[in-house]
């Protein structure tokens, strides 16, 4: 069992460490982001029973259907929506970068619980597999939301409205063809997710270093506080 445990928790604790430690700026405070975790892993739950629930009355079964929005939709907009309540209209959301971070924090939460439950119920030898492939995964898709939230806290413009909704559809986009990969290529799948998650690392990596490039970015602290 802690085996087990420590095989599922420790890609996500690695995941959050590296991208935590690339803040050029000013790191968040470690509770902050570990609350953010926490809300994040509670998703799995509710998630779970309402897919679980449509793949028990066979509704939305179809490939495309089942990944862009069983799969991709409704797990991204959760994360999203976590997010938009809990964080984004705090005073301690300041930056571009502290979006990667609350939205990688918020998604690997997620990743972490799912991982658990996966490794109990299949064993510890798909575990590499596991940290490669979907737990990374959500980590980027974390990057990317986070920093489309980000830009558009810190963007006072009129397309900060835009950004902040492209920061759900672009995750759901990218989640939804993670799945269709593994829906359509059921026995080949790694040869088409191989390139797929090289492709995903290097947008992440190049959002990590626009998101670090300035301190501009950061909101003056009397402006901080979100203006209707």
Do not use: C
């Not at 509770?31 to 939305?60: C, D, H, K, N």
């Not at 490794?119 to 995964?137: D, I, K, T, W």
């Not at 672009?170 to 593994?182: E, K, N, R, V």
């Not at 997710?193 to 947008?203: A, S």
Request: glycine share 8%.
């Amino acid at each position: 069992m802690f085996t087990i445990l420590s095989a599922a928790v420790a890609p996500g604790f690695a995941l959050m460490s590296f991208f935590y430690l690339k803040d050029r700026f000013d790191s968040k405070p470690f509770s902050i982001v570990f609350r953010t975790f926490v809300m994040g892993s509670l998703l799995v739950f509710p998630i779970m029973f309402i897919q679980y629930a449509f793949e028990t009355e066979g509704v939305l079964q179809y490939p495309a259907t089942k990944s862009f929005l069983l799969a991709g939709g409704l797990e991204e907009f959760f994360k999203w929506f976590i997010f938009m309540y809990a964080v984004y209209k705090q005073d301690h959301f300041e930056g571009r970068y502290d979006g990667i971070v609350y939205g990688v924090s918020i998604s690997l939460g997620f990743a972490t619980v799912e991982n658990i439950l996966y490794l109990l119920a299949n064993g510890v030898e798909v575990a590499f597999l596991r940290a490669l492939f979907p737990v990374s995964s959500h980590a980027l898709f974390g990057v990317i939301m986070g920093y489309y939230l980000g830009k558009g806290k810190t963007d006072r413009k009129r397309g900060s409205i835009y950004v902040v909704w492209l920061a759900l559809a672009t995750p759901i986009l990218l989640h939804g063809l993670y799945d269709y990969i593994l829906e359509i290529w059921q026995s080949t799948w790694q040869y088409t997710l191989t390139p797929f998650m090289i492709i995903l690392w290097l947008i992440a990596l190049r959002k990590v270093k626009q998101a670090n490039m300035s301190p501009a970015d950061v909101i003056p602290i009397e402006q901080n506080k979100w203006k209707a």
